[in-house]
């Protein structure tokens, strides 16, 4: 299962990005889809996950400033980030979970895009 993400770039402080997220492969159910971020010299850490049904859980630090949004036909997921700080400047990874069409569990990690705020 490859997941493959696209959207990041340099934007000023107080601007909006939005990360977008595909997966492909021998997909049979995808269940939680999430994006995690990792600044240099800092651990990987929970931006935003969304489960199959909709629930949405976020990191403190980007709670009311991104949403994050699926869509199951097209097996992706998104990331609308708003009013964008300085230190949400990092390396967005976008991670999947999900069973194979052979019955295999998967844990799948994008390439990473970085996103680079400005002040």
């Known amino acids: 299962v490859q997941l493959q993400a696209s959207g990041g770039g340099l934007v000023q402080a107080g601007g909006s990005l939005r990360l977008s997220c595909a997966a492909s492969?021998?997909?049979?159910?995808?269940?939680?889809m999430g994006w995690y971020r990792q600044a240099p010299g800092n651990q990987r850490e929970l931006v935003a996950r969304i489960t199959s049904g909709g629930i949405t859980d976020y990191g403190d630090s980007v709670q009311g400033r991104f949403t994050i949004s699926r869509d199951n036909a097209k097996k992706a997921v998104y990331l609308q980030m708003n009013s964008l700080k300085p230190e949400d400047t990092a390396v967005y990874y976008c991670?999947?979970?999900?069973?194979?069409?052979?019955?295999?569990?998967?844990?799948?990690w994008g390439q990473g895009t970085q996103v680079t705020v400005s002040s």
């Open positions: 492969g021998n997909i049979y159910s995808l269940n939680d």
């Open positions: 991670n999947a979970e999900g069973w194979t069409t052979v019955g295999r569990n998967f844990d799948s």
